[in-house]
């Protein structure tokens, strides 16, 4: 990625505090040449239903992880969304983004059984259909901001390529993406509070925007106020499981099927290593556990704005009922749609490009298919 293409997005003041998401001044809008890259789960629901809802996240953060190393972990804007991604590039980079999506889609089908759709939509093509593109930077930590996109040119984006427009075709059989850093080795985060709630709020298509914005305001200020705006996660963070659940999505990521088994085992050891770590609390070299832990709280995406209210919270009875109150009486006045999902616990997809730099990502869904679930009842109006 290109300097001069790169800093438009490193430029954008961070904000911190996240009911500025309906705040257009901390948005700007996306250049024309950049590109917006989707991926989307085909059959989502019914894999999860199934129980691939690991395989799923595994699939939606593959992408961001295959961009990610395509270029060099230079900062891009991205946005998880459960079963798949959304995120930005300039047009100087996009091929290389489409070579490393193609690559993805390839893989997803031959390790997880998975079918992945994917496209690259100019920015220009979503203006000139009447939407735009504006991006912004939530701070989570010192160390990682997440981007949030407005303007609605990003659903516009996903509508085309759900009609199969823009399509990047999966890479030839054999292909693999680079997926280094992608992981799952934190423990499932059990509600401490009734339910893990995982919520999409989007506006109706002939709401008044002001009114739909007033609404993500109060759903999120009822979370601030239940604590700690719903964070699933405790202050100490996650805690660490082994033989860790994802152990063998991990090997798939690593390593093709010839070497697979023995790259399974060295993560076995590591992350037997890391489990002793994060139980005693003792140091190695440079890497503190205890600091780890916390900046993985802090770095977990579990709220985000992407023309559409994403939130995988820990929601105690009262606030879950009042949230039901909230989006049904904004539903109907015809200010909103929305999708909700219940679940006991949520689960962590991770990038860690590094154990000794705070920059490492954690990406939350629900852990019985939260995201792809509610969007369902979304879907069903």
């Known amino acids: 990625m290109n300097a001069q293409s790169g800093n438009f997005y490193l430029d954008i003041p961070v904000f911190g505090d996240f009911s500025k998401v309906v705040d ?54 991205f946005v998880f969304g459960g079963d798949g991604v959304s995120f930005a590039v300039p047009g100087a980079c996009r091929d290389v983004a489409a070579d490393a999506l193609a690559r993805t889609t390839r893989w997803v089908e031959d390790d ?62 054999g292909a693999r993406p680079d997926l280094t850093g992608l992981s799952c080795r934190w423990k499932p985060i059990e509600s401490s509070r009734g339910c893990i709630l995982s919520m999409i709020v989007g506006p109706a ?43 063998d999505y991990e090997a798939r990521a690593a390593a093709p099927k010839e070497t ?21 609390g003792w140091k190695l070299g440079k890497f503190d556990p205890t600091h780890y832990r916390r900046m993985t709280r802090l770095n977990t995406d579990f709220r985000k704005f992407d023309d559409v209210l994403r939130m995988t919270v820990d929601c105690d009875p009262d606030t879950l009922a009042r949230a039901k109150s909230i989006l049904e009486a904004a539903k109907a006045a015809g200010t909103i749609r929305y999708g909700i999902y219940e679940q006991d616990a949520a689960i962590m997809t991770c990038i860690v490009p590094s154990l000794e730099s ?12 939260g995201y792809a679930l509610a969007a369902k009842m979304m879907k069903a109006g």
Not at 223 to 233: L, M, N
Not at 358 to 369: P, T
């Open 24 to 77: 257009d001044t901390v948005y700007r809008p996306m250049p024309d040449d950049w590109h917006i890259g989707l991926t989307d789960v085909v059959g989502s629901t019914r894999a999860i239903e199934s129980g691939q809802y690991k395989a799923v996240n595994m699939a939606g953060a593959a992408a961001i992880s295959a961009v990610m190393n395509a270029f060099g972990h230079q900062n891009f804007p």
């Open 358 to 369: 705070d920059d490492h990502l954690h990406f939350l869904d629900g852990a019985d298919g």
């Open 205 to 247: 298509d002939t709401t008044d925007e002001a009114a739909y914005d007033r609404l993500v305001s109060e759903i999120i200020a009822l979370f601030e106020t239940a604590g700690r705006g719903g964070h699933p996660a405790p202050e100490r963070g996650p805690d660490f499981g082994w033989p860790p659940k994802g152990l």
């Open 260 to 280: 697979r088994a023995r790259e399974k085992r060295k993560i076995a050891v590591v992350s037997f290593i890391g489990w002793i770590l994060f139980k005693t």
């Open 112 to 173: 997880l059984g998975l079918s992945l759709r994917a496209a690259m939509v100019p920015v220009a093509e979503i203006r000139a259909n009447g939407y735009d593109v504006r991006v912004a930077r939530f701070g989570t930590s010192p160390a990682v901001a997440y981007a949030m996109f407005s303007g609605h040119g990003v659903e516009w984006a996903e509508a085309a390529m759900k009609q199969d427009r823009f399509a990047i075709a999966p890479a030839p059989p």
